[in-house]
């Protein structure tokens, strides 16, 4: 797998949905890598705390759960108070390719508005033998899918 082109992705999604990134070219052999993953609760939001959770299924869900193979990244931004944020947690799978969509859905405070959460992502493009690109489709499902 060898990385050439960079594309970013940013915008922003309402606590409670789930956006689709389309990232799916039509190329079963191209694919992207995920490097960076940064998000912030909008100004005006009913809080600043925010987290979301980056995925390659609409239904992984918004809870954080590393054993879902689904679920490829995890953001969050706390807020102590009025004096500013702390830094931007954020954990990328290091052993993943994105070839169909990608997915994004997160929570703001206690995550019962619909207040809006600002995004960032960065790709990698990744070009796949046939043999990748089999097995990178295999761990795009979840180890329950009944699909």
């Given at each position: 797998?060898?990385?050439?082109?960079?594309?970013?992705?940013?915008?922003?999604?309402?606590?409670?949905?789930v956006k689709?990134?389309?990232?799916?070219?039509?190329?079963?052999?191209?694919?992207y890598k995920v490097?960076?993953?940064?998000?912030?609760?909008?100004?005006?939001?009913s809080s600043y705390d925010a987290q979301a959770v980056l995925s390659l299924d609409y239904d992984s869900g918004v809870t954080w759960n590393w054993g879902?193979?689904?679920?490829?990244?995890?953001?969050?931004?706390?807020?102590?108070?009025t004096s500013g944020a702390q830094p931007i947690m954020s954990v990328l799978d290091p052993d993943h390719v994105v070839i169909m969509d990608l997915y994004i859905?997160?929570?703001?405070?206690?995550?019962?508005?619909?207040?809006?959460?600002?995004?960032?992502?960065?790709?990698?493009?990744v070009d796949l033998t046939d043999d990748e690109t089999i097995l990178t489709l295999i761990k795009e499902?979840?180890?329950d899918d009944p699909r």
């Open positions: 797998m060898a990385g050439n082109h960079r594309r970013t992705l940013r915008g922003q999604f309402a606590e409670g949905t689709r990134l389309i990232v799916d070219d039509g190329r079963l052999n191209h694919g490097v960076k993953f940064l998000i912030s609760g909008g100004p005006g939001a879902d193979n689904r679920q490829i990244g995890w953001a969050s931004q706390r807020v102590a108070d859905q997160g929570i703001v405070g206690t995550g019962t508005g619909s207040d809006p959460i600002n995004y960032l992502i960065e790709l990698e493009t499902r979840s180890q």
